[in-house]
């Protein structure tokens, strides 16, 4: 399913316009990503739970050229399943 599937879903199942379902979604986004940012988890009761977590740095290799090289510490979104997003799939 893509964006514009997922609007015409929303649109559908909540009586909504596709214009209200694309700015609720984008609502919804916009919202999620400012929480990541901030540091804080988003926990959505019964499908999951997006959080923040920091990947250290490490020493890697290119696979062309066979040199080592050092990765970059960042941080990497995750996401965890919640029990009737789990059952339900």
Do not use: H, W, Y
């Not at 920091?54 to 090289?69: F, H, I």
Request: aromatic share 4%; charged share 25%; hydrophobic share 45%.
């Amino acid at each position: 399913m893509n964006k514009a599937e997922l609007i015409n879903a929303i649109a559908e199942k909540a009586g909504l316009t596709k214009v209200d379902a694309k700015n609720a979604l984008e609502a919804c986004v916009a919202s999620t990503m400012g929480a990541l940012k901030a540091g804080d988890k988003v926990s959505l009761v019964g499908f999951g739970t997006f959080s923040v977590s920091k990947r250290a740095a490490r020493k890697g290799r290119n696979p062309q050229t066979k040199k080592e090289m050092m990765i970059p510490a960042k941080n990497v979104v995750k996401f965890k399943a919640g029990s009737e997003l789990a059952a339900n799939v």
